[in-house]
T-cell receptor
Framework: KAGVTQTPRYLIKTRGQQVTLSCSPI?????VSWYQQTPGQGLQFLFEYFSETQRNKGNFPGRFSGRQFSNSRSEMNVSTLELGDSALYLC????????????FGEGSRLTVL | TQLLEQSPQFLSIQEGENLTVYCNSSSVFSSLQWYRQEPGEGPVLLVT?????EVKKLKRLTFQFGDARKDSSLHITAAQPGDTGLYLCAGDYNQGGKLIFGQGTELSVKP
């Protein structure tokens, strides 16, 4: 079974730009979560989608948004990038009935200059 | 605000030594997970504990869940260089896919 796939793996943007990250979950997993990982704050929850609906949202500004498609693939978007948005963005999928058991992708490393 | 305190933050030991990592919260978890992350990769799930007092073993790793389901520990026996990595505990407060992660324990095992 293929794992969680995230694209792109690395990207560099400048302040004020926007970015879209993509995530393909494990086949059969309908829940997709996004996390931001930084050295100072660790892993912080961004949002979670299930069957195209956002079920949970973390404490991030409205510049961070996401969506999920009918095939469970998900995207997240960050607009008006700030230097502090530099981070590893991790996507995870989980099987139904095991909400705490997350299967992570390798992440998208975003650098904002 | 739910917080998960993980200690120690850094641990550097020699091959063959034993170690314990702790994870504590003031809130009750519906379940708790331990993950391990290597540089350049996403966290990998090691174990899930659900029942208070539960003990699970994974080769040289022993995981305990506190009776009150507010704390957990990870004990590694006879650590090996291959155990090097970032160990993360994560609490599920019954909020779907939203987990609260501890800050992590950076473990370095020297040969």
């Amino acid at each position: 079974k293929a794992g969680v796939t995230q694209t792109p793996r690395y990207l560099i943007k400048t302040r004020g730009q926007q970015v879209t990250l993509s995530c393909s979950p494990i086949s059969g997993h309908r829940s997709v979560s996004w996390y931001q990982q930084t050295p100072g704050q660790g892993l912080q929850f961004l949002f979670e989608y299930f069957s195209e609906t956002q079920r949970n949202k973390g404490n991030f500004p409205g510049r961070f948004s996401g969506r999920q498609f009918s095939n469970s693939r998900s995207e997240m978007n960050v607009s008006t990038l700030e230097l502090g948005d530099s981070a590893l963005y991790l996507c995870a999928s989980s099987p139904q009935g095991s909400p705490g058991e997350l299967f992570f992708g390798e992440g998208s490393r975003l650098t904002v200059l | 605000t739910q917080l998960l305190e993980q200690s120690p933050q850094f641990l550097s030991i020699q091959e063959g030594e034993n170690l314990t990592v702790y994870c504590n919260s003031s809130s009750v978890f519906s379940s708790l997970q331990w993950y391990r992350q290597e540089p350049g990769e996403g966290p990998v799930l090691l174990v899930t504990v659900v029942t208070g007092g539960e003990v699970k073993k994974l080769k040289r790793l022993t995981f305990q869940f506190g009776d009150a389901r507010k704390d957990s520990s990870l004990h590694i026996t006879a650590a090996q260089p291959g155990d090097t990595g970032l160990y993360l505990c994560a609490g599920d407060y019954n909020q779907g896919g939203k987990l609260i992660f501890g800050q992590g324990t950076e473990l370095s095992v020297k040969p």
